[in-house]
C-alpha cells in the first residue's frame, strides 16, 4: 500500500544500500494483524455506519430550515464525498506522517466538525462544519484504516477486508437506532454533539493501527528470505533506475553532515551553555522532518504523475467511469428511503424494523459470504464482482415499482447483500494494476466513488423537486450504472482483439 517509511520499518538515516531483505513478520496473517481488523471495523461503524445514516438526520434538517431537498441532500453527500475525494490527498499524509498519526488527527477533526454542526444557523453552515469538516476528518481516518489491513494481511487479504468492512452494516444498524433515539429525546443539534464526542473514539482505532517494524536480517545463502513488505521505495519502484537513489543520498548525505558537525562541536565543547545542545536538537528533529516531508511528497508525485501513469491501463481507465456511477445506486436509497416510506403511509411499519437496518443487515452478511467465496480457488474474483454489480442495478431499477412494505423489504434485502462486492474492491483492483501501484489506484477509485456519492444525493433531491416522485431518479442512476458496468465488462475484449489484431499484423510482416 503506501510506501510509509514509519510503517515499513526504516529509520530516517537508513542508508538505501544497507537494506537487506526482510523476515516475514510474526503479525503478518495473525497476532496483531487482527487488532488491526478490529480497529478497521470499528472505523467503519463510525464513519461509514453514520453516514449511511443521515437519512434520519436530514429529515430533520428539512423540517428545520425548511429547504428544497435537492440543496438540503448536498450536506449528507458533501460528507460522504468528501470522505473518499480527498482518497488521493490523504496518501500524501500518510506517507509523511504513516497511518497511525493520520488517523488520529483525523478522529479530531471528525468530531469538531459534528460538534460545530450541532450550532449550524442554516443549511450553508452545515455545508462547511459537517460536510466539508466531518468529511475531510473521515477520510483522514478511512483510508488507513482500509491500508493497514492490506499491509497486515497477504494471503488472507479478501476476507480480512470483507471483516472489518462488515462494520459498515453494523454501523448502519446502530446509528440509526442511536441517531433516531437521541433526535427523538434531546432534539438534532444535541444528537450532534452527542455523536461528535462518541467519533472521539476514532483516534482509539487509529492508535490501534501500529506500524509494522520486521527486523533486518543478513542473506546467508543465494536464496533471500522473502519478505513482508517491499524492500524498495515507490520511487525506486517508479524510476527504473538509480536516479532517485543517488538524488536521496546526496539529500540526505548533505543533512547528516550538518548533523555530525553539530555532533563533533558538542562533543568538543562540554562545557558551552544547554542552549547549544537545544539548538543542536531542534536542529536535528527539522532535518529529520524536513528529509521526511521531502521524501513523503516525492513518493505521493510520483505515484499519480509519474512515469508509470495508471492511465495507461485502458482496463483500469473503464473501472474508474465504473466507480463514477456506482456507488450514487448505493447512497441514494439510504438518504432518501425514509422519506420515500413516509410517502407511501409506510412509516409505522418502518419505525418497527427500518428499510435501512434490511440493507445493512443483509450488507453485512454480503461482504462476509462475498469475500469467503472470492478466496476460493476455483472461484474468479471478477466473475462474483461483476455477478453482483448485476444484481445490485437490477434492484435498483425495480425499486421505484415497489409500493409495499414487503416487496420494498425484499429489494432493500438485494441492495444490502449484492452492494457486498465493495469488499472485493482492493482485490479486483490489485488484478488491474499489480501489488506495488495498489495504493494509489485504490485512492484513485474511491476518490471517483466519493464524487459519485457527492452528486448523487442532491441529484435525486432535484428530479424530485421537478417531479414530486423520486422513481425517475432510480431509472437515471440506474442506467448510467449499467453503462459502467457494459463498458467495463466489453474492455478487456476489446484489448484481447486489439492484441490480436497487432500479433497477426506482426506475423504478416515477419
Known sequence: MYASHEDIGYDLEDDPKAKKPLKPHPDVDGGWAWMV?????FVHILIMGSQMALGVLNVEWLEEFHQSRGLTAWVSSLSMGITLIVGPFIGLFI????CRQTAIIGGLVNSLGWVLSAYAANVQSLFITFGVAAG???GMVYLPAVVMVGRYFQKRRALAQGLSTT???FGTFLMTVLLKYLCAEYGWRNAMFIQGAVSLNLCVCGALMRPLSPGRVESCSGREEPSALPTHSTESVKSGGPLGVTEEQERRLGNEETVCDLQTQESQGQTRPRKNMCAFRVLKTVSQLTVRVQRGFRDWYSGYFGTASLFT?????AFIFWALFAYSSFVIPFIHLPEIVSLYNLSDQNDVFPLTSIIAILHILGKVMLGAVADLPCISVWNVFLIANFTLVLSIFLLPLMHTYASLAVICALIGFSSGYFSLMPVVTEDLVGTEHLANAYGIIICANGISALLGPPFAGWIFDITQKYDFSFYVCGLLYMVGIVFL???PCIQ???????KYIEGAHA
Open 37 to 41: 481488523v478490529l480497529a478497521s471495523f
Open 95 to 98: 506517507n509523511t506522517c504513516g
Open 136 to 138: 475531510l476528518g473521515s
Open 167 to 169: 462494520g459498515t452494516g
Open 313 to 317: 491501463n485502458r482496463t483500469f481507465v
Open 489 to 491: 465488462l466489453i474492455q
Open 496 to 502: 484481447r482483439i486489439e492484441q490480436s489484431r497487432r
